[in-house]
């Protein structure tokens, strides 16, 4: 064969392998939106498979499906769409760490918070904790099966807590009387105060 011959050949081969690589993109494609088709077809017929929970917009009610994974975000294309200010398209994706959490982790640097705590990259989210993103806060409620456990709310002590804290740690209370007194019908040995009850009990058993 010529030189000329053997040019035209590479050229052509060249050509060859572009369009069987262009069609095997084509057949991963289509193989991929028909996986997806039948796995939203599965979720339509049966909608408890994978489910984990259900998460919940604090401001409308609105509430959507929550499964192992997905996204969050403004787009029509996310798990969980929340049209609101400030939130992207693509906000933040989410995972089950299973015995764990939800693991959350903001897209690009995206504002997110979870119980009003900013992460640096990912934050796991326990059932009842409240996911802030742009102006959307949302309210995760996980299925007992998870094993997830809730979010404990802590309550600050109020100003009764604290003066009963003083009671105990100082012996006495806000206003300077023995918490043991007579008064009080109670009295322990060996406690500031008790030793001048303990003798009138005596005399009145006496009596």
């Known amino acids: ?32 939106y028909k996986d997806h088709r ?37 787009g029509s294309g996310c798990d969980i769409s929340v049209r609101r200010k400030g939130l992207r398209r693509k906000h933040a994706v989410y995972r089950l760490v299973p015995g764990k959490g939800v693991l959350v982790t903001p897209v690009r640097r995206a504002r997110l918070s979870v ?20 102006n959307a806060s949302l309210v995760l409620r996980l299925n007992p099966e998870t094993g997830i456990p809730e979010r404990t709310q802590i309550i600050p002590p109020s100003e009764d807590d604290e003066s ?16 043991l007194s007579p008064l009080n019908g109670s009295a322990v040995p060996g406690y500031p105060g008790a030793d001048a009850f303990l003798p009138d009990q005596k005399e009145r058993k006496k009596e």
């Open 1 to 32: 064969m010529s030189r000329e011959g053997y040019e035209i050949l590479a050229l052509l081969m060249r050509y060859v392998f572009l369009l069987l690589g262009v069609l095997i993109v084509y057949r991963a494609y289509v193989w991929l």
């Open 38 to 74: 039948a796995f939203q077809r599965t979720l339509s017929e049966q909608p408890q498979i994978g489910r984990i929970g259900e998460i919940t917009d604090e401001k409308t009610g609105k509430t959507w499906p929550l499964y192992q994974e997905g996204l969050i975000g403004s």
């Open 115 to 134: 119980d009003d705590v900013q992460p640096r990259k990912s934050a796991l989210a326990l059932s009842g904790s409240v996911l802030r993103l742009g």
């Open 164 to 179: 009963w804290m003083r009671l105990f740690k100082d012996g006495a209370d806000p206003d300077g009387s023995d918490p």
